[in-house]
């Protein structure tokens, strides 16, 4: 199975990648030679590019849900409330 992934969102991916390789690197050279990076920072960094650029760019919203994933509005009988006990 291959999962196709499309050109813009591809191009999002890899600039999130960069700025948190990018500022890994930086964390890491800035602390000393003991150091081995801010990890977190890193990955907060990829996933807030990842976000903004997505959103300004990637979120065309041209994916559809399939028929079977809408809500049909009624509650499966194991989870309806017949008798709520007095208070």
Request: proline letters at 6%; glycine letters at 12%.
């Amino acid at each position: 199975m291959t999962l196709h992934i499309d050109d813009v969102r591809l191009l999002i991916l890899a600039a999130g990648l960069l700025a948190g390789h990018a500022v890994h690197k930086h964390t890491k050279a800035a602390a000393g030679a003991a150091s081995k990076g801010d990890v977190v920072g890193a990955i907060g960094a990829a996933a807030a590019v990842i976000t903004a650029l997505f959103l300004l760019f990637g979120g065309d919203g041209s994916a559809s849900a399939g028929p079977d994933s809408r809500p049909t509005g009624r509650a499966p009988a194991s989870h309806q409330v017949s008798e709520v006990p007095p208070a």
